[in-house]
Nanobody, 121 residues
């Protein structure tokens, strides 16, 4: 069982930056992925970024070049550095953990409680 707790959301003006953190606890397999999703009102959750089992970062097209995902293995913490934020980045951001085979089965795996990001123009 994996528990995820996010922090770091907030409000910022367009062009600003925020860093999200996700503290993970519990135990997981070697094929476990960690990453970030976001959800806009009335929309399904969409993948923002993840780190695969080889440690490679994967990004959604809308955030490439602006967001950076990283992890501190010693602290079991995942980060999302968000730069050049746009109003369309406004939404609820969730940390996610799941085995690779189940990553896109959103009803499985672990989710954090979510943290709100609001970007004003």
């Amino acid at each position: 069982q994996v528990q995820l707790v996010e922090s770091g959301g907030g409000s910022v003006q367009a062009g600003g930056s925020l860093r999200l953190s996700c503290a993970a606890s519990g135990s997981w397999s070697n094929s476990y992925w960690l990453g970030w999703f976001r959800q806009f009102p009335g929309k399904e959750r969409e993948e923002v970024a993840r780190i695969d089992v080889h440690g490679n970062p994967i990004y959604g097209d809308s955030v490439k070049g602006r967001f950076t995902i990283s992890q501190d293995n010693a602290k079991n913490t995942l980060y999302l550095q968000m730069n050049s934020l746009k109003p369309e980045d406004t939404g609820m951001y969730y940390c996610r953990g799941a085995d690779a085979d189940w990553w896109y089965h959103l009803g499985y795996g672990a989710w954090g409680q979510g943290t709100q990001v609001t970007v004003s123009s």
